[in-house]
């Protein structure tokens, strides 16, 4: 017995150190150690920019048709003015943020931030949690689609446009869960989304 015992454990070591040598040389190869994700915050004012971009809704962009007009009488003051004189025009994550090419469309926000967007009627709230966890608690408006269900519910998501504001959440601190639904989200076309890094944990301690 002693010697079987001896065999399995020299066939396990075997097998772990080709594996680590492959995952070594490997350039697809998966980290030893999990790093912790971080997202740069979206700024106020880009913030504040994004929630602009609701006013359509509004009706508050009714004078911008009455401006082309002007602009096309003066041939030579439209030459010289760049696209980014109109910033309705721009998309809302390219060009409105400096960084978004790295984080292309998700940005980290904050509680204060959170509850900006929540006033916007248009503002999708994803609980990014298992059914259960949702059940024993959410933030009010939530709609739960847990993370590694998330191609069951693909047929709602594609009916929504695009450019419509998603704020995914999960428990908070290193739950990973909001961070994968929100890659999921980003393949499947959205280009406005948020993650709430404070999650359900910190809502929790702000709203006993």
């Not at 469309?105 to 006033?119: D, F, H, P, S, T």
Request: net charge neutral; with cysteine.
């Amino acid at each position: 017995m002693s010697s079987l015992v001896r065999e399995v454990g020299a066939l396990v070591l075997l097998v772990t150190a080709v594996a680590l040598l492959y995952n070594t040389f490997n350039p697809a190869g998966l980290p030893l150690l999990r790093s912790e994700q971080r997202l740069p915050t979206i700024a106020d004012s880009a913030l504040l920019q994004e929630l602009a971009a609701l006013a359509p809704d509004t009706g508050s962009t009714s004078p911008a048709p009455k401006a082309a007009p002007d602009t096309a009488a003066q041939p030579s003051a439209r030459m010289e003015r760049p696209a980014a004189q109109n910033p309705a025009e721009r998309s809302p994550t390219a060009a409105r943020h400096p960084a978004a090419a790295d984080t292309q469309g998700i940005w980290a926000i904050r509680y204060e931030q959170l509850v900006q967007l929540l006033n916007h009627p248009e503002v999708l709230l994803i609980d990014a949690r298992r059914p259960e966890d949702f059940q024993a608690g959410h933030i009010p408006g939530a709609r739960n689609i847990f993370a590694y269900e998330f191609q069951l519910h693909i047929p709602e998501l594609i009916a929504l446009p695009r450019t419509k504001p998603v704020v995914v959440y999960c428990d908070g601190g290193q739950c990973e869960l909001s961070h994968y639904l929100a890659e999921q989200l980003r393949t499947l076309g959205f280009r406005r989304i948020y993650i709430y890094e404070g999650g359900w944990a910190e809502w929790r301690t702000r709203h006993p």
